[in-house]
């Protein structure tokens, strides 16, 4: 399953089909947007969501730790969906099972207690996070130096095909500015989004990122 190599603020970075992204140079793996515990939180309100989410959630994000191996996970937020229910004990144990540290750029879903996180061993920064070229927030909001990567907007794309065919996909906005991840979580759903000019377009299928800067059906916009 195979990524793509994009340079952006000088350095090597892999975007991933699973949508996540591989920092070569500090053997960090970045996701944002799980939103475990969502199937659990709208049970209660009767919803009839099944666990299958988290449990494949938490599968594909194992396939990639077994990938890449890196020394550390970064989570850019809303890594669990509300406050707490019975989903958190088994995150707690998914993430004691990992080998690598495991750390948060804390989202507006993330309002479990301190001492949540501290059970689970992940460590949590501040609502924004310097290391290295990057500056990593949850969400991407007011001006800033350098280039912000983020999460949050849960972008996807619509791509034109023939016959009037389009497919929605999510996808990885990038430019020197910013890089804009997908949602990992798979109960999280995409928003179609309307890339800036510098933009480049990298969608995800389910085995390749492709760029499709030049395939990009702009949003319908509503009329009124």
Same mark, same amino acid.
């Given at each position: 399953?195979?990524?793509?190599?994009?340079?952006?603020?000088? &350095?090597?970075?892999?975007?991933?089909?699973?949508?996540?992204? #591989?920092?070569?140079?500090?053997?960090?793996?970045?996701?944002?947007?799980?939103?475990?515990?969502?199937?659990?939180?709208?049970?209660?309100?009767?919803?009839?969501?099944? &666990?299958?989410?988290?449990?494949?959630? $938490?599968?594909?994000?194992?396939?990639?730790?077994?990938?890449?191996?890196? &020394?550390?996970?970064?989570?850019?937020?809303?890594?669990?969906?509300?406050?707490?229910?019975?989903?958190?004990?088994?995150?707690?144990?998914?993430?004691?099972?990992?080998?690598?540290?495991?750390?948060?750029?804390?989202?507006?879903?993330?309002?479990?207690? &301190?001492?949540? #996180?501290?059970?689970?061993?992940?460590?949590?920064?501040?609502?924004? *996070?310097?290391?290295?070229?990057?500056?990593?927030?949850?969400?991407?909001?007011?001006?800033?130096?350098?280039?912000?990567?983020?999460?949050?907007?849960?972008?996807?794309?619509?791509?034109?095909?023939?016959?009037?065919?389009?497919?929605? *996909?999510?996808?990885?906005?990038?430019?020197?500015?910013?890089?804009? $991840?997908?949602?990992?979580?798979?109960?999280?759903?995409?928003?179609?989004?309307?890339?800036?000019?510098?933009?480049?377009? #990298?969608?995800?299928?389910?085995?390749?990122?492709?760029?499709?800067?030049?395939?990009?059906?702009?949003?319908?916009?509503?009329?009124?």
């Amino acid at each position: 399953m195979g990524g793509t190599e994009v340079k952006v603020a000088g &350095e090597r970075l892999v975007l991933h089909p699973l949508r996540a992204i #591989y920092w070569p140079a500090q053997q960090c793996l970045v996701v944002s947007d799980l939103h475990l515990g969502k199937a659990a939180h709208l049970r209660k309100g009767g919803a009839p969501l099944p &666990e299958a989410h988290d449990r494949s959630t $938490l599968d594909r994000l194992a396939a990639l730790i077994g990938t890449f191996a890196p &020394e550390r996970l970064l989570i850019l937020g809303d890594l669990f969906h509300s406050a707490h229910n019975s989903a958190w004990d088994r995150t707690v144990q998914w993430a004691r099972s990992l080998a690598c540290a495991i750390e948060l750029v804390p989202g507006n879903h993330d309002v479990l207690a &301190e001492r949540r #996180y501290t059970e689970a061993g992940i460590t949590v920064h501040p609502e924004r *996070l310097i290391r290295g070229s990057f500056q990593f927030a949850h969400a991407d909001e007011g001006e800033h130096a350098g280039c912000t990567i983020s999460g949050h907007v849960h972008p996807g794309v619509m791509l034109a095909g023939r016959g009037r065919q389009s497919m929605r *996909l999510p996808c990885f906005l990038v430019n020197d500015r910013r890089v804009l $991840l997908p949602a990992f979580g798979t109960s999280t759903g995409t928003f179609v989004v309307q890339p800036g000019r510098m933009d480049r377009v #990298y969608a995800c299928t389910d085995s390749l990122v492709l760029e499709v800067t030049n395939a990009v059906v702009p949003p319908v916009r509503a009329r009124g």
